[in-house]
């Protein structure tokens, strides 16, 4: 007689994707070469929400993908929801795939009595029951630290960085951030590219949100090609008036890159209307028909997600993705 009951069965990869964008969800199970977990999902007349899976998920590596688009807390309960499925339903590992961490932006108290909302977020997945948060480009990196379990911190820096490569010659570009806050990143683009770096210095009005003045700028970028780099596009207001900031300083050319293309409200018109040659973003959020205009590019980012599952669920490195940066 044996002493232990053994099981044969192999580890078993599910994908589920929620209704915010459904679009990455199936582009990344196929990148993976598998199809989505049946879902059943709607919405109750009086808004409360319902999620159920069409297959067992017992003793499944689950990973539930949702990006937390607008209607964004319609979004983020939703993929709440269905972690706390996937953990009644007994699956063994959860993963949560957030393309785009929402309440990113509140990572910290600018004033008193004020919440750090990220932090929230990432407590309620904990709660929820996620072992693990997967997501990309964070808006800052101390967010990993809010999370008590592995984060895995993807970066579309390198994707976006060798699409502008292709389209310009790096010897006449300049990297620029625009605003302190992102020279980090302005800085591994610079790194990445072998271009120089410029930084325009700004002040934000703490009391009247997305609205934003332009005081100067820090390095040449007379002549140049200049690559406005950050995190999000959300109102077009920070970008646009440090394009208008670049081209009274005599650059040739404004390309703009950005991980997320929120694109809100007046961003579109904005943007469409500048002097800024090309806005390059990736569908770490739906881009609709509203939201499309000439002057766009949409990169996917689902073949990177689909690497990163891949070795999380092989237990390999997804820091070597990025050469051991994160």
């Known amino acids: ?115 750090i909302s990220a932090r929230l977020m990432a407590d309620l997945f904990k709660t929820a029951g996620a072992d693990r948060v997967m997501s990309v480009d964070l808006h800052t990196a101390q967010i990993q630290g809010f999370f008590d379990g592995p984060v895995d911190h993807l970066w579309a820096m390198p994707m976006l960085a060798d699409y502008v490569k292709s389209r310009v010659s790096p010897g006449n570009l300049t990297i620029v951030s625009p605003d302190a806050g992102r020279v980090r990143l302005a800085d591994q683009w610079s790194d990445h590219l072998g271009a120089p770096l410029a930084i325009i210095h700004k002040r934000r009005d703490p009391s009247v949100p997305n609205q934003v003045k332009v005081h100067e700028l820090v390095g040449e970028v007379e002549g140049r090609t200049c690559v406005l780099v950050d995190d999000m596009i959300d109102t077009g207001g920070t970008i646009v008036q440090a394009a208008e900031a670049l081209f009274e300083n005599g650059a040739k050319d404004v390309i703009v890159a950005s991980t997320h293309g929120l694109l809100s409200g007046p961003a579109v018109e904005r943007l469409q209307n500048s002097g800024v040659s090309e806005v390059v973003v990736t569908d770490t959020l739906p881009i609709s028909e509203d939201k499309n205009f000439e002057k766009l590019t949409v990169l996917s980012i689902a073949p990177l997600i689909a690497r990163a599952v891949r070795e999380v669920f092989d237990d390999g490195s997804v820091t070597s993705l990025f050469d051991g940066n994160v």
């Open 1 to 115: 007689m044996n002493a232990v009951i053994s099981n044969p069965s192999e580890r078993r990869l599910v994908l589920a994707g929620g209704r915010a964008h459904p679009e990455l969800a199936e582009a990344v199970a196929e990148n993976l070469g598998i199809d989505l977990l049946p879902t059943t999902a709607y919405t109750f007349a009086n808004g409360e929400l319902y999620v159920r899976f069409g297959e067992s998920v017992r003793g499944a590596d689950a990973f539930v993908l949702q990006s937390h688009a607008a209607p964004i807390n319609e979004a983020i309960m939703e993929h709440l929801i269905m972690v706390d499925a996937m953990k009644r339903a007994s699956a063994k590992r959860i993963t949560v795939i957030i393309p785009s961490y929402g309440y990113a932006r509140q990572d910290k108290k600018h004033k008193g009595r004020e919440p």
